[in-house]
Structures are given as C-alpha cells and as structure tokens.
Nanobody
Framework: HVQLVESGGGSVQPGGSLNVSCAISGRLDSSYCLGWFRQAPGKERDMVARIDSDGSTRYADSVKGRITISKDNAKNTLHLRMTTLIPEDTAVYYC?????????????????????WGQGTQVTVS
C-alpha cells in the first residue's frame, strides 16, 4: 500500500524560501493526483498545490507565483518549493495521495476524499 513521509520544513524569516519533500513508497495507480495541504492553528486543512499523473498542476490563489509543486519520478518524491514566504504561510504541511474518480471531484481541494496522508511537517514563518 502507499505510504508518504514528509521531510524538510522548519523556521524561516518572512521573504525567505523553504523546501519540503514527500517520499512515496508503494505503487500509485496510473491515474493519480498528489497534493500538498496545510493546516494552520484553528483553521481547516486546505489544498496548497496539486500535481496529476499527466503533469498538470493547480495552486491555491494565495500561493500562486510563490510556490511550485513538482514530482521526481526517478526518486518517487514529491516536492514543494516555497519562496517569498509570509507569516500567513505558517502551518503544518501535509503530503497527500489519491487516485481514480475522486481526483476529478470538484471538492477534492477540501481533502475529504484523500486516500493517503503523510504525517505532516511544520513550517513557521516569523
């Protein structure tokens, strides 16, 4: 079965950059969608970015132009590169994997249908 393990994260000053990664073990369905979600204290978990098996990407409006999602297929690792970080980016960041019809659900960014979650990694901007 699929397992996800995040790494990276930490503390950075506003305007700085940070990378988080997610090692993927197990076999993904050929039609998958992978994402990064984040949850700040007292707030719901929301999608930050998503990449599909066809290479297409989507981003939350709040991070467009500052955050890039990518997948290293050779190493089966998902990356999130974050630049120009602001205090509002402070949250626990979660890697997520899904596949099949639920990837096409309009409500997918809510995280309700995610098949597998990572354990999360803290990102603090202050």
């Amino acid at each position: 079965h699929v397992q996800l393990v995040e790494s990276g994260g930490g503390s950075v000053q506003p305007g700085g950059s940070l990378n988080v990664s997610c090692a993927i073990s197990g076999r993904l369905d050929s039609s998958y969608c992978l994402g990064w979600f984040r949850q700040a204290p007292g707030k719901e978990r929301d999608m930050v970015a998503r990449i599909d098996s066809d290479g297409s990407t989507r981003y939350a409006d709040s991070v467009k132009g500052r955050i890039t999602i990518s997948k290293d297929n050779a190493k089966n690792t998902l990356h999130l590169r974050m630049t120009t970080l602001i205090p509002e980016d402070t949250a626990v960041y979660y890697c997520a994997a899904d596949w099949g019809p639920t990837c096409r659900y309009l409500s997918w960014p809510s995280g309700k249908y995610i098949a597998v979650w990572g354990q999360g990694t803290q990102v603090t901007v202050s």
